[in-house]
């Protein structure tokens, strides 16, 4: 008995070491209706819907629900800062965070950072997890099947552990990142002047917005390519860039026809002085489904630190 005992003992290790899922070569996923891939993510107390995103490095993103629901508590003392003027909410928006263990289902878990707002990130899933935070050496998100006479376009990422893409326009360094749960490409103002001043877009009198999280709008001015422009060695259809509210308000008036000369040329003009020591963010660019939506595939593929995309661009 004792002989059984102590076989069992020795067993139990090696058992449940086996039970847990190793991280494979390849990982598919496959894309909802909406045209984004979800995973269940297990977190702590809870099994969160959740959205994989290709935009960003690291870290999960939990709604304020979700948080509950999984038992998540902040660091104690410094797990609480505020930022101002961020995409997430309008003026400042307080963050949460902690690390903890995320296992998404068939893959095994991993330490990462998770935060959350006071407000919800995502209105169509409970959290948001970027592509390279799934343990596997290739993720391939697969949009449907692959039409005769696509193409394979392989984009070197920034850097080691980065899902974001290094290019230059004109006179700027531009990061460019892949994002599946936008519409159209969006940029922000140094990004759309560098497209602007190298003679390769121009504005439009057409404001839209963008909407990154529920309850946050922020205004946008369409561009027009320049014909044949690719980025990143893609084609740019649907261009917007960030604009200030007031400016917004401005280009409305004008494309109705309410402006006078002098509004025009004050609100449309871009100042893009190179000598201002404060210059805003680093120029980032937001690929869409504009352009994405031509893709069968896209593949994360962490040992070449590249994307391999399979499209057929019309």
Known sequence: MRALALLLLLAAPAAVQAAKPRAPATFTLNISPNGNPYLPVLVKNATLNTRIALSYDQGLLLNPAAVQRAGVKPFPIFGKFSLDNTPFASGKAVIRFNIGTATPQGLPGRKTPIAWLETPTAADAEAIMPIGALAADRIDVVRGETPPGSQTIIIPKKGKGE???????????????????????????????????????????????????????????????????????????????????AEARAIDAQARGTSTEKDDEDTITVAADRNRKKRGRDPWLLIGRDVLDDCSRISFDRPGERWVLTCKFG
């Open 163 to 245: 899902a974001m893409i290094r290019t230059r326009i004109g006179d700027e360094e531009v990061n460019v990142s892949l994002e599946l749960n936008i519409p159209s490409t969006v940029m922000n103002a140094r990004a759309g002047e560098a497209l602007i001043r190298a003679g390769l877009a121009r504005r439009v009198a057409e404001i839209g917005y963008w909407r990154p999280f529920p309850a946050v709008s922020l205004p946008m001015q369409g561009l027009a390519p320049k014909a044949g422009l690719t980025i990143a060695g893609l084609p740019m259809r649907r261009l917007s860039v960030r604009v200030s509210e």
